[in-house]
């Protein structure tokens, strides 16, 4: 059995992604990595940060991304596209450049390979998500983040890329039949300086609105997390590869750690009534389950 990682990635320096820390967490388990690596902003030194890993599983294909696929950021489902088309592994896992896997469920995740290697029915593997909020302490069990996703698929089989890269069907539409993994995605994509968070956040809002961002000036006031006291403390251990990451935090001056809303702030969706109930409905009644909602897989038990 082979395992093919692969991700897409650009100016990931810039704005803070943990890309070397998510290769480090997959190599142990894959026999290669491949990256999309697109042209970013000439500061960016995304670049450095990949070779820096060292190793010879690391394949990158360097991409100049194609503004006329950045609508509804179809750009970011192409360009894992190309780096699926790379993979020559029987399984391909796809991370994408702000998640981290731990190194507690690298057994786990290649015993449910082994398993599932054979049956043809079943097409992907389901992970469970941890989403941090602001800093290491804190995550988003909450209605409105995805609690499950797709991040191993059959190579070969006629998978590819949905949509805005989330997750993946098949070619003609249809849903994946998978298994579920008792292993979790780290996913740092809110965790960020709050100056990186809002360039960010603008330059993701260009793309998804098929605008090319030409603008490389930083944000004059950075990205308001709220109120992180009102937010569960995530009482587990973060992979190793993040420890450094995690040690080096520099922004906790600037984070809101009481339960009071600034004046002015605007809600983020968690933040709203209507999906604070649904949570609590979630979380204490229906033990976690999603009530309503996305869900973009056939589960075969």
Not at 197 to 203: G, I, N, Q, T, Y
Request: aromatic residues 14%.
């Amino acid at each position: 059995m082979t395992i093919s990682g692969f991700t897409f990635v650009r100016n990931a320096t810039r704005f803070y992604f943990p890309i070397k820390e998510s290769i480090l967490s997959i190599l142990p388990i894959v026999d290669e990595f491949i990256v999309a690596l697109g042209m970013g902003y000439d500061d960016d030194k995304t670049e450095e940060e990949i070779l820096s890993v060292n190793s010879p599983k690391i394949k990158i294909i360097r991409r100049v991304w194609d503004e006329k696929h950045y609508a509804n950021s179809a750009i970011f489902r192409d360009e894992t596209n190309v780096a699926l088309s790379y993979c020559k592994g029987d399984w391909c896992f796809y991370l994408q450049a702000d998640e981290v896997i731990h190194e507690n469920d690298i057994t786990i995740i290649n015993d449910c390979c082994s398993k599932y290697l054979n049956n043809k029915n079943i097409e992907g593997i389901l992970f469970k998500y941890y989403h941090f909020w602001g800093d290491y302490a804190h995550y988003l069990p909450f209605h409105g983040w995805y609690r499950n996703e797709i991040r191993i698929i059959k190579n070969h089989c006629g998978v590819v890329s949905y949509k805005d890269a989330q997750s993946f069907r098949k070619k003609d539409g249809k849903k994946l039949n998978v298994v579920s993994v008792d292993a979790h995605i780290f996913h740092y994509g809110w965790v960020r300086p709050p100056l990186s968070m809002k360039s960010k956040k603008k330059e993701h809002d260009s793309i998804h609105k098929g605008i090319v961002n030409d603008n490389n000036i930083e944000p004059d006031n950075g990205f308001d997390y709220g109120p992180i006291g009102r937010l569960p403390v995530f009482n587990g251990t973060h992979p190793n590869v993040m420890s450094n990451r995690i040690k080096e935090i520099f922004w906790k001056d600037k984070l809101n750690y009481t339960k009071t809303f600034s004046k002015n702030y605007i809600y983020n969706k968690h933040e709203k009534t209507k999906y604070r109930i649904i949570s609590w409905l979630e979380n204490n009644l229906f033990g976690g389950k999603q009530l309503v909602g996305y869900k973009n897989w056939k589960t075969i038990k």
